[in-house]
């Protein structure tokens, strides 16, 4: 079957970093965190490679310096964050790669569970039109700290993958996608085709298993 989509992971995937940990020391350099900060996001952080995390106690310790805030502010923070703390880790062999799937005629998605500010900017400098990431409320022009819509970790990757599917007239199975971590395996094994790039153990050890191709993209 022909792959009419390429959906990509972000972190750890398009990236050598995470975003949700490079805001957090971007926030403590700015002093829009305090130092204690860190340590929190290193607990956190575990939880997600070892396929625990706590969701709601995780949004609520992420996106706490965007509270109050209006989506202008926030933007520009972000933009701020991305140039400072993201670019120098976009790794060059996935925008190759994107280029591959684009000529190849597929429709690029970037598909995260970072939220959709913290994305957009790395979005933008892969070319990449499209993005699905975790949604923040904005409530009469202020960002209010709140999860909204589907939280897209996990299995609801599956769901979002299917969203996409929809929006772009195919199935599936003519989906490909690209992920690092165990979190990204039920969407690997959801789609056409799975790959697994720089996997985290868990995560290399079941690509093995099912068959997927393993990509070294380290910068």
């Known amino acids: 079957m022909s792959q009419r989509v390429a959906i990509f992971d972000m972190d750890h995937t398009l990236l050598s ?5 490079t805001w957090k020391r971007f926030a403590v350099d700015r002093k829009l965190a305090d130092s204690d900060a860190l340590a929190e996001a290193d607990r956190f952080m575990a939880a997600y490679d070892a396929g625990t995390l706590e969701i709601a106690d995780f949004l609520r ?3 706490r310096e965007f509270i109050g805030k209006s989506v202008a502010e926030v933007e520009a923070l972000c933009r701020e964050h991305f140039v400072t703390s993201v670019l120098p880790y976009c790794r060059a062999k996935a925008k190759k ?3 591959i799937c684009r000529a190849q005629g597929m429709q690029i ?3 995260t569970s970072t939220c959709r500010f913290l994305a957009q900017p790395v979005a933008d400098h892969f070319g990449v039109d499209h993005l699905f990431g975790a949604e923040i409320e904005v409530k009469d022009g ?3 700290g709140n999860a909204t819509g589907l939280y897209p970790c996990g299995e609801a990757k599956v769901a979002a993958a299917r969203e ?3 929006k772009a007239a195919c199935t599936l199975g003519e989906c490909r996608a690209y992920g ?3 979190n990204d395996l039920p969407l690997l094994k959801a789609v056409g085709m799975g790959f697994a790039v720089n996997p ?7 690509a093995k298993s099912c068959g997927f191709e393993i990509f070294d993209w380290e910068n």
């Open 61 to 63: 310790f992420q996106w």
């Open 17 to 21: 970093v995470d975003c949700d940990y």
């Open 200 to 206: 985290a153990p868990a995560l290399e050890a079941a």
């Open 97 to 99: 790669e994107i280029d």
């Open 109 to 111: 998605w970037i598909l």
């Open 142 to 144: 202020l960002v209010t």
């Open 164 to 166: 996409i599917a929809q």
């Open 180 to 182: 690092d971590s165990i």
